[in-house]
């Protein structure tokens, strides 16, 4: 639980610009591996540059002379994970204190992030471990839909109750899984 707040907290602090780690990585690291030019080369390939390269460099799966890109693709499947497990979590809280107007596009938020945790990441675990790349990338976009899919929940609310979720818990969550599923699916497809 403690490695889970950890990583919660890293992919917060670098979604919102916070510098954590080494971002500089040269060729080789510090113990002559290639890790880090493993992971320059990987996230050089993905939409979001900086963000690979905190949650990977952060990860200890990483430091192994053994890495290669299933496991950097593990590392973003578990990222996007923690993502969505925080955003139940969220969910769960702001059933409490949002008006009623709150509760159909929050229980439907639940219902996509349920699937994310028990159903994509899962799939895209899986298919990493069985080598079976395309089925991973399928999960990791499918995790990107339910977050986009959350977000229209809101939008689809009455036209005359207008739900300012902007800038709420419920909006930077879904940008962050949208974020992490897309550098997740550019990595995974290194492996195709």
């Given at each position: 639980?403690?490695?889970?707040?950890?990583?919660?907290m890293?992919?917060?602090?670098?979604?919102n610009?916070?510098k954590?780690?080494?971002?500089?990585?040269?060729s080789?690291?510090?113990?002559?591996?290639?890790?880090?030019?493993?992971i320059n080369?990987?996230c050089?390939n993905?939409?979001?540059?900086?963000?690979?390269?905190s949650v990977?460099?952060?990860?200890?799966?990483?430091s192994?002379k053994?890495?290669?890109v299933e496991?950097l693709?593990?590392?973003?499947?578990?990222?996007?994970?923690?993502?969505?497990?925080?955003?139940?979590?969220?969910?769960?809280?702001?059933?409490?204190?949002?008006?009623v107007e709150?509760?159909?596009?929050l229980?439907?938020?639940?219902?996509?992030?349920?699937?994310v945790?028990?159903?994509?990441?899962?799939?895209?675990e899986?298919?990493?471990?069985?080598?079976?790349?395309?089925?991973?990338e399928?999960?990791?976009?499918?995790?990107?839909?339910?977050?986009?899919?959350?977000?229209?929940?809101?939008k689809l609310q009455?036209e005359?109750i207008?739900?300012?979720?902007?800038?709420?818990?419920?909006?930077?969550?879904n940008?962050?899984?949208?974020?992490?599923s897309?550098?997740?699916?550019?990595?995974?497809?290194?492996l195709?």
């Amino acid at each position: 639980m403690k490695s889970l707040f950890t990583a919660m907290m890293l992919i917060s602090s670098v979604l919102n610009g916070g510098k954590i780690g080494n971002t500089n990585y040269s060729s080789d690291d510090d113990d002559g591996s290639s890790n880090g030019g493993l992971i320059n080369t990987a996230c050089n390939n993905t939409p979001n540059y900086a963000l690979c390269v905190s949650v990977l460099a952060s990860d200890p799966r990483t430091s192994s002379k053994a890495v290669n890109v299933e496991t950097l693709g593990l590392v973003m499947v578990d990222a996007v994970k923690a993502k969505a497990e925080e955003m139940i979590e969220t969910i769960r809280e702001l059933e409490k204190s949002k008006p009623v107007e709150w509760r159909l596009p929050l229980s439907q938020c639940y219902i996509y992030y349920y699937a994310v945790v028990h159903a994509d990441v899962p799939e895209a675990e899986a298919a990493l471990k069985r080598g079976v790349p395309k089925f991973a990338e399928d999960g990791m976009a499918d995790a990107a839909v339910e977050a986009e899919s959350c977000e229209a929940a809101f939008k689809l609310q009455n036209e005359d109750i207008i739900l300012d979720y902007s800038g709420s818990a419920i909006d930077e969550t879904n940008k962050d899984v949208i974020q992490l599923s897309a550098v997740a699916t550019s990595i995974i497809k290194m492996l195709l």
